[in-house]
């Protein structure tokens, strides 16, 4: 560590450490616009000169490390006026429309003026007229008026994806950035341009004048669409604040972690979301006539605890199956494995994930589910034997999820689900066939319940609901414990557990490599 | 001292500059001198680059490292882009061996293997003839494996500049070089350890080198009995402007402004009278004429709050506009402005829009003190010397010249 001395307060910071990290570390924002943390410093938009003693010109905060006994001043006036000329120049080209930017409420440009601008403009001259709508990507587009040049855009095509489609062209006032031959961004990761650019330049077509950034609810989660475990932001809205509308997912942002995706996360995470929104199953079905009254939780629960009740009866255990999905949580896994293997002898547990795909070679992987490194860490492994084989074989299946649907021609399937008395089905989409499931209880979403996966690396990572789950639905965890309290099983045992908590601590135990620890 | 022999006719070629002692200084080094002996003389002659900044050439050796496992390289800056400035053209059209003499001289120093000139592409003939020199030295021996016999070998390769001012500056000139578009890097790292291809890179100009040959040959304390103390040596001032005799004039550095314009010149053209004078290519803050009794050192002119820069001294006469200097400055830097660094790219432009205006006769007083903030915005902000480059001279006119910037304004 290397002791400096910040604002006048003594301050710390591990050696080589840039200024602008090292403050940040000490809670004080040094404006920015081209320092990314994922690049080298670039030096080239001037927003972070700040003041070191001893030297005669302010210095970039974004490539001068700490050293010992420095000091450094990020509030003086010279600051203060170095900061509110760079913004004058910025704002000299910009086109100010910000009523009609998508960036607005969430511009570095924007917010900074209002922190360190402030001033009349003395810019009476004619702006540049650049073009304002360049599609450079399926879902980009560039506006060259708002661009301030900042080269993020232009440094992870050459840094991050190697691809290196964006350039620089022109120069002096005339400079812009634009495409190299005309050849489009068409890689999986172009999502990250329109976010990384801390202005509206590069606009996102999936979100280009749906909402507002200040209307927008956010919170952390873990994406789902692959076994890397991208940190994400999930942002939603549950309607205007005034006036309650529809829940919907507006937005997929990357959550920066190093230790797993960096600061980026792959288009099909991204643009991954319409599912949440969309084809939900969000209340209980049964079968006609199955239950008395409208489909209410509690019946739900007697009628199928009293079907695993009967799982104890000789030879009964041996003519169930569950299929589970590694898309579930670890806790959920651990349930799956200890209500249905361990304590009502099932052993026709299986594990029926989405096809696998194709990497990419940085961030997604081919296991596109969220937690195969999850259920094996809960003994369960990947197959289902042929239906032909099961056929006749099965009274009672416990299906989570859609994907025996997709793994298995519709004939098929239909011949084996007539042969089993209960079908009963677990999902938070709904299915596309009329199948005749006894029962279909609604489950939740990675978004909207808490719990953990471990990702392809063995990084066991833990999530909360980014918002309720809508309707009657409720986490897989709540419904397994509910229905292991029903059927009796075990009783001193689940009567233990009340919440995830507890539902973690044992599974700690059981199964050391789902601890949860973070 | 370096220009004695110019204007003989056969200089161009290697057997003229051999005839005339040319490569003895290569020869000398090679067979009786270790590397660290030429630094030695060299950091003794305290020679400073001629290129504009007078960085010590020796100190600029020194800072590469001896023990690298990279290759090393040498660039030969020939890119001479200052306005204003021709002395580099006239070192290569009259004695290309003297720079090749003197790259191989540096490249022993460092132990560099491969040199590389930049040269800018409007200099199509001494491009050709330096060109023609490299494959003279080559094939006597001069350049390429075991030069002299000995354990050293050096290849030189001539690279032409496509036409930008900003890859005169060192780091833009390596991007240029490297292929990529020409715009200065970030420093630190300085090219002396990451320079072109991330590889430690020695950049000196090409006046700079062609004067070290004979410092080699007759050492540090020879080249020290002219010039300045600590500006030793000569270097050759490109005169323009409105004087009897424009030209190259080589000159002791501490000769003064008034006896360059006045004496060497001739002075000014019939029936005009002097009315400022930059005196180191555009960059260089103007002088008015109350301004020349200057010795032309580097010290010297920092203190007059200019620069010696590339030693282009431009003389203005009394029907030059100051309006219209203005406007040429701006206009200059406002097009070779690379774009990267946000207070030179739009600060060069906004300048160039206000004289624009003001040339156009449409100033307004306000319009000063709008030039003067934007130029003051540049100052010291910028990533590279340009922005000091284009906003210095224009801070010096509107300081200087304002009340004609004013009577020029509509208000």
Same mark, same amino acid.
């Given at each position: 560590m290397v002791k400096f001395v910040l604002n006048g307060r003594p301050a710390e910071a591990p050696e080589g450490m840039t200024l602008l990290a090292a403050a940040a570390r000490a809670g004080i924002d040094i404006p920015?616009?081209?320092?990314?943390?994922?690049?080298?410093?670039?030096?080239?938009?001037?927003?972070?000169?700040?003041?070191?003693?001893?030297?005669?010109?302010?210095?970039?905060?974004?490539?001068?490390?700490?050293?010992?006994?420095?000091?450094?001043?990020?509030?003086?006036?010279?600051?203060?006026?170095?900061?509110?000329?760079?913004?004058e120049f910025l704002l000299a080209d910009h086109p100010l429309d910000c009523p009609v930017c998508d960036k607005a409420g969430e511009c570095d440009l924007q917010d900074y003026f209002r922190r360190y601008g402030l001033l009349p403009s003395a810019f009476e001259e004619a702006k540049e007229r650049r073009a304002k709508k360049v599609p450079i990507g399926e879902s980009l587009l560039l506006d060259r008026e708002r661009c301030i040049l900042c080269t993020r855009c232009v440094r992870f095509g050459r840094q991050v994806t190697r691809t290196e489609e964006l350039g620089l062209f022109q120069r002096g006032l005339k400079t812009e950035v634009g495409l190299f031959d005309d050849m489009p961004v068409a890689h999986n990761y172009s999502g990250c341009l329109a976010e990384a650019c801390p202005v509206g330049a590069i606009t996102d077509t999936d979100f280009r004048f749906k909402t507002r950034a200040w209307f927008l609810e956010r919170a952390d989660s873990i994406c789902p669409g692959c076994s890397r475990g991208c940190n994400?932001?999930?942002?939603?809205?549950?309607?205007?604040p005034r006036v309650p509308g529809s829940r919907k997912i507006f937005r997929i942002r990357a959550r920066a972690n190093p230790d797993v995706n960096g600061h980026w996360i792959c288009d099909l995470g991204r643009y991954g979301y319409a599912h949440l929104d969309t084809g939900r199953q969000e209340s209980l079905r049964t079968k006609e006539g199955l239950l008395p009254g409208a489909p209410s939780w509690?019946?739900?629960?007697?009628?199928?605890?009293?079907?695993?009740?009967?799982?104890?009866?000789?030879?009964?255990?041996?003519?169930?199956?569950?299929?589970?999905?590694?898309?579930?949580?670890?806790?959920?896994?651990?349930?799956?494995?200890?209500?249905?293997?361990?304590?009502?002898?099932?052993?026709?547990?299986?594990?029926?994930?989405?096809?696998?795909?194709?990497?990419?070679?940085?961030?997604?992987?081919?296991?596109?589910?969220?937690?195969?490194?999850?259920?094996?860490?809960?003994?369960?492994?990947?197959?289902?034997?042929g239906l032909d084989v099961l056929r006749g074989e099965v009274d009672l299946l416990i299906l989570f999820g859609l994907n025996i649907f997709e793994r298995f021609p519709g004939e098929q399937l239909r011949s084996f689900f007539d042969s089993v008395a209960a079908k009963i089905l677990l999902t938070h989409q709904a299915p596309v066939a009329a199948w005749e499931f006894e029962l279909i209880l609604p489950g939740a979403p990675s978004a909207e319940k808490s719990g953990s996966f471990t990702n392809v690396a063995g990084l066991v990572q833990s999530f909360a609901p980014v918002r309720p789950a809508g309707g009657q639905a409720r986490a897989e965890w709540e419904i397994l414990?509910?229905?292991?309290?029903?059927?009796?099983?075990?009783?001193?045992?689940?009567?233990?557990?009340?919440?995830?908590?507890?539902?973690?601590?044992?599974?700690?135990?059981e199964c050391p490599a789902l601890k949860v620890t973070s | 001292m370096l220009t004695e022999n110019y204007g003989l006719a056969d200089l161009a070629t290697i057997a003229g500059y051999r005839a005339r002692g040319g490569y003895s200084a290569a020869v000398k080094a090679l067979r009786s001198m270790t590397p660290a002996e030429v630094l030695d003389e060299v950091k003794k002659s305290g020679l400073r680059g001629r290129g504009g900044a007078g960085f010590p050439a020796g100190m600029k050796w020194g800072f590469v490292p001896q023990k690298t496992d990279q290759p090393k390289y040498l660039c030969v800056?020939?890119?001479?882009?200052?306005?204003?400035?021709?002395?580099?053209?006239?070192?290569?059209?009259?004695?290309?061996?003297?720079?090749?003499?003197?790259?191989?001289?540096?490249?022993?120093?460092?132990?560099?293997?491969?040199?590389?000139?930049?040269?800018?592409?409007?200099?199509?003939?001494?491009?050709?003839?330096?060109?023609?020199?490299?494959?003279?030295?080559?094939?006597?021996?001069?350049?390429?494996? @075991?030069?002299?016999?000995? =354990?050293? #070998? !050096? *290849?030189?390769?001539?690279?032409?500049? %496509? &036409? $930008?001012?900003?890859?005169?500056?060192?780091?833009?000139?390596?991007?240029?070089?490297?292929?990529?578009?020409?715009?200065?890097?970030?420093?630190?790292?300085?090219?002396?350890?990451?320079?072109?291809?991330?590889?430690?890179?020695?950049?000196?100009?090409?006046?700079?080198?062609?004067?070290?040959?004979?410092?080699?040959?007759?050492?540090?304390?020879?080249?020290?009995?002219?010039?300045?103390?600590?500006?030793?040596?000569?270097?050759l001032f490109g005169v323009s402007g409105q004087v009897l005799k424009p030209g190259i004039y080589e000159l002791p550095l501490g000769t003064s402004l008034r006896e360059l314009i006045f004496k060497h010149a001739g002075g000014m053209k019939e029936g005009r009278t002097l009315k400022a004078v930059i005196p180191g290519g555009?960059?260089?803050?103007?002088? @008015?004429?109350?301004?020349? =009794?200057? #010795? !032309? *050192?580097?010290?010297?002119?920092?203190? %007059? &709050? $200019?620069?010696?820069?590339?030693?282009?001294?431009?003389?203005?006469?009394?029907?030059?506009?100051?309006?219209?200097?203005?406007k040429v400055v701006t206009g200059f830097y406002a097009h070779e402005s690379c774009g990267q660094c946000t207070p030179?790219?739009?600060?060069?432009?906004?300048?160039?829009?206000?004289?624009?205006?003001?040339?156009?006769?449409?100033?307004?007083?306000?319009?000063?003190?709008?030039?003067?903030?934007?130029?003051?915005?540049?100052?010291?902000?910028?990533?590279?010397?340009?922005?000091?480059?284009?906003?210095?001279?224009?801070?010096?006119?509107?300081?200087?010249?304002?009340?004609?910037?004013?009577?020029?304004?509509?208000e």
């Open positions: 920015h616009f081209c320092y990314h943390p994922a690049f080298p410093a670039e030096g080239s938009c001037r927003m972070c000169l700040v003041e070191v003693e001893g030297q005669p010109k302010l210095e970039l905060a974004c490539s001068t490390a700490v050293q010992e006994g420095l000091k450094v001043w990020t509030e003086t006036e010279k600051v203060a006026e170095a900061r509110r000329s760079v913004l994400i932001i999930v942002e939603h809205s549950s309607g205007f509690e019946a739900a629960v007697r009628f199928l605890g009293e079907k695993l009740a009967g799982l104890r009866a000789e030879g009964a255990a041996r003519r169930a199956a569950v299929a589970a999905s590694s898309e579930l949580s670890n806790e959920e896994l651990y349930l799956v494995r200890r209500l249905f293997l361990q304590d009502l002898k099932v052993h026709k547990i299986f594990l029926v994930d989405p096809q696998e795909g194709e990497t990419d070679g940085f961030l997604l992987t081919s296991e596109r589910t969220p937690n195969r490194r999850g259920a094996e860490g809960a003994g369960l492994k990947l197959g289902l034997p414990l509910d229905l292991a309290k029903a059927s009796g099983v075990n009783a001193p045992f689940y009567s233990g557990l009340t919440g995830l908590e507890d539902i973690r601590r044992e599974m700690g135990r | 800056n020939a890119d001479e882009g200052e306005p204003g400035t021709f002395k580099d053209r006239f070192i290569i059209s009259h004695d290309p061996h003297s720079v090749i003499e003197g790259a191989l001289l540096a490249s022993y120093a460092c132990d560099i293997h491969a040199a590389f000139v930049y040269i800018r592409g409007e200099y199509e003939a001494e491009a050709r003839r330096l060109e023609e020199a490299v494959r003279e030295a080559r094939s006597q021996g001069f350049l390429g494996s @075991r030069i002299l016999g000995t =354990e050293f #070998s !050096l *290849d030189m390769a001539v690279y032409r500049g %496509a &036409g $930008s001012y900003i890859c005169g500056e060192e780091t833009a000139l390596l991007e240029s070089l490297e292929g990529k578009r020409g715009q200065p890097r970030l420093k630190p790292p300085f090219p002396a350890t990451v320079g072109l291809f991330g590889c430690p890179t020695v950049i000196n100009n090409v006046e700079t080198l062609a004067n070290v040959p004979a410092i080699v040959l007759n050492g540090g304390e020879w080249f020290r009995r002219l010039g300045t103390d600590r500006d030793p040596g000569t270097r555009l960059s260089a803050p103007i002088l @008015r004429p109350d301004e020349i =009794e200057l #010795s !032309l *050192d580097s010290e010297s002119l920092a203190a %007059a &709050g $200019s620069m010696l820069g590339s030693a282009a001294v431009m003389v203005l006469d009394d029907r030059t506009s100051m309006v219209g200097v203005l030179c790219r739009v600060g060069t432009g906004w300048m160039d829009k206000l004289a624009s205006r003001l040339a156009g006769g449409r100033g307004r007083r306000r319009d000063l003190d709008v030039l003067e903030r934007v130029a003051g915005g540049i100052v010291g902000r910028t990533l590279c010397p340009m922005g000091d480059a284009a906003a210095c001279p224009v801070l010096a006119i509107l300081k200087k010249f304002r009340s004609e910037l004013e009577e020029a304004c509509e």
